[in-house]
């Protein structure tokens, strides 16, 4: 009997990632990159089955991309601004309440360097929830001041008043080293969870600020038997995600110890 290949740090952001969208209900899911899309689409095979996928232009399709419904703009821009649609862009820089920049590094009017532009994370962050995903967890990314803010995080939203938080919600942050919230008082950011191989000490060395951490941080949790298949032979047989985390370190699991 061939043993079980070990769990990835890949596969551990897949679940983190798929997580963000449970509970979500009937929502439009946007992933944006290759993890992102892989958990969206794990978490409607599995338990998000409500989710609503995109081609990415005009289209609602199923699990094997086959088209289920017209999504003309019109719609679409009703579901991003009525707090319909969860949203999981990237960050180039991200701060501990939730600002994020994709937009240029260093002053605005003279950048270091330029970026992708504002492109649409403000209308994301202000109008519907809106995860992020960072593939290279480092000091460069978690900044304690963002150089230009794209998407809006809780300090901003709050000073904005009611009409900015009203659809304002940031559920996750998932980077190759943990998953990280804003359950606290002030709004800043926490640990969630250290995947497997991770420290605490390695989450602070490689981030800019002061994070909150609990005492005892839990483990991102292991993918089901069923979600590693689904994983490996179904939405990502060509091992796509492995491309985008390298794992260092490949761990076991339960099922296969």
């Given at each position: 009997m061939n043993p079980v290949p070990a769990i990835t740090r890949a596969e551990y952001c897949v679940i983190a990632c798929a997580e963000a969208w449970r509970d979500d209900g009937e929502v439009l899911a946007s992933p944006m990159g290759t993890i992102p899309s892989?958990?969206?689409?794990?978490?409607?095979r599995t338990f998000s089955p409500d989710l609503l996928m995109t081609d990415g232009e005009a289209l609602l399709v199923g699990l094997d991309g086959t088209p289920e419904g017209w999504l003309p703009y019109r719609r679409h821009l009703t579901a991003v601004t009525g707090g319909r649609r969860h949203v999981m862009m990237g960050a180039s820089q991200i701060d501990r309440f939730g600002n994020q920049n994709i937009s240029c590094v260093g002053d605005w009017a003279r950048p270091l360097r330029q970026l992708l532009g504002v492109r649409g994370a403000p209308v994301n962050t202000l109008n519907n929830p809106?995860?992020?995903?960072?593939?290279?967890?480092s000091r460069r990314v978690f900044v304690a001041r963002v150089d230009m803010v794209c998407g809006v995080g809780?300090?901003?939203?709050?000073?904005?008043?009611?009409?900015?938080?009203?659809?304002?919600?940031?559920?996750?942050?998932?980077?190759?080293?943990?998953?990280?919230?804003?359950?606290?008082?002030?709004?800043?950011?926490?640990?969630a969870s250290l995947h497997p191989g991770v420290t605490v000490e390695e989450v602070r060395e490689a981030t800019g600020f002061e994070l909150s951490v609990a005492a005892d941080v839990p483990y991102t949790r292991e993918p089901t038997p069923l979600e590693r298949e689904l994983i490996r032979t179904v939405i990502d047989p060509g091992g796509a995600r492995d491309r985008e985390v390298v794992d260092p370190a490949p761990r076991t699991g339960e099922a296969g110890r």
């Open positions: 892989i958990g969206a689409r794990l978490a409607r809106t995860s992020y995903w960072i593939p290279k967890h809780y300090d901003r939203a709050a000073a904005a008043g009611p009409s900015a938080t009203r659809f304002h919600r940031i559920p996750r942050v998932v980077s190759d080293l943990g998953v990280f919230d804003f359950a606290t008082l002030d709004r800043s950011m926490r640990l």
